[in-house]
């Protein structure tokens, strides 16, 4: 006892902010998303990813890293959005073990009828309070304490 490094206040008062922060962004995009275009973020986040992907097209796995969810839950979220015709899953014919998920028509129209609405709100939440520098500042915080987490990801 004794070798413990306690935060100072100064820190603990930035850190209990990115603790709201963590907490509330999140919360008040998904509401926005969910009240303008009955998607949860998560559900928003995988049709972008494929939205972004050659072809619109993205094996699950590389979709569950690229989305920032396990298999099992997007999986989950996947079977939903099949059922609402915006994806579609099939076998990779490079390799069966696969499977790939792709972007329907009718889920690039969805999206590209929720994205600005999307857009306006991350606007207003986050970069229409900021100067551009601390914009700069906030990419660049953001990217170190990533590479902190996550050293190894890109």
Do not use: N
């Not at 206040?9 to 509330?24: E, G, N, P, S, Y």
């Not at 995988?46 to 619109?56: E, I, K, N, R």
């Not at 790939?100 to 600005?116: E, F, H, I, M």
Request: charged share 25%; glycine share 8%; with cysteine.
């Amino acid at each position: 006892m004794g070798d413990e490094r306690w935060l100072e206040a100064d820190q603990q008062q930035t850190w209990f902010t990115l603790v709201l922060l963590l907490t509330r962004l999140p919360a008040a995009l998904g509401a926005q998303l969910q009240r303008d275009a009955g998607l949860t973020h998560f559900e928003y986040q995988v049709l972008a990813c494929l939205s972004a992907a050659p072809g619109h097209t993205l094996r699950m796995s590389a979709l569950a890293t690229m989305a920032d969810g396990s298999l099992s839950r997007l999986s989950q979220v996947v079977s939903r959005l099949e059922k609402r015709g915006w994806v579609e899953r099939h076998p990779d014919p490079e390799d069966g073990r696969t499977t790939l998920t792709a972007l329907t028509d009718s889920g690039l129209g969805k999206l590209v009828a929720t994205a600005p609405g999307h857009v306006a709100e991350v606007r207003r939440l986050v970069f229409d309070s900021l100067t551009k520098a601390q914009q700069r500042q906030l990419d660049r915080i953001g990217r170190r304490i990533l590479h902190a987490i996550d050293p190894d990801r890109p």
